[in-house]
């Protein structure tokens, strides 16, 4: 977990829920925000019309699709660390350079990893309804771009456990 810089830092926190399509981003993003009275804001909508489109019809994303996306996340990130409030932002950040661009907005930036075998994710992906990702080769290409962030970079938590108990785990995770 990163370590905390300023005394802003004590009273709001920029929070990122990380993991690949289908480990609950959303779910324990909100259930976080909820917790700790932020607002939660789902990365998903600020992708491009281009990007949803790509996602619908099976098409993974690539570097490129995701830039414009991620420099718009870090600067929500950067406008809630100016006016010292807190967020939840529910995003894939696959790769280690991907939550680089998000701490741009936020050297301080907290990352909560949602982590779960194929089995897990496959299972939840084919029971929503109304999602633009789909697809098992979206799936397998998340999790062939996934860098694992490690103990100095995130809190990783595994999806088996439920989301009340992934949500509770990361907020006593975040006291000092």
């Known amino acids: 977990m990163m370590v905390e810089t ?3 830092e004590t009273r709001s926190s920029r929070i990122l829920v990380m993991g690949v399509s289908g480990s ?4 324990i993003g909100r259930l976080v925000a909820e917790r700790l009275g932020a607002e939660f804001i789902d990365g998903d909508d600020y992708h491009s019309p281009a990007s949803i489109d790509k996602m619908a019809r099976g098409v993974p994303l690539n570097d490129e699709d995701r830039k414009a996306w991620l420099e718009t996340l870090a600067r929500k990130f950067a406008e809630y660390r100016k006016r010292g409030a807190s967020v939840v932002i529910g995003c894939s950040a ?4 991907y939550r680089d661009t998000l701490r ?8 909560l ?3 779960g075998d194929r089995e897990q994710l496959h299972q939840r992906l084919t029971s929503r309804e109304g999602h633009f990702f789909k697809g098992d080769r979206m799936l397998d290409s998340q999790l062939a771009d996934l860098e ?6 995130a809190v990783e938590l595994n999806i088996a ?4 108990r992934l949500a509770d785990g990361f907020v006593q995770r975040l006291a000092p």
């Open 104 to 111: 741009r907005g936020d050297p301080s930036l907290k990352i």
């Open 148 to 153: 694992p962030p490690g103990e100095d970079e």
């Open 6 to 8: 300023g005394a802003d």
């Open 161 to 164: 456990l439920s989301p009340d």
């Open 113 to 115: 990893f949602l982590s």
């Open 94 to 97: 696959l790769k280690r350079r």
């Open 24 to 27: 609950g981003k959303t779910h």
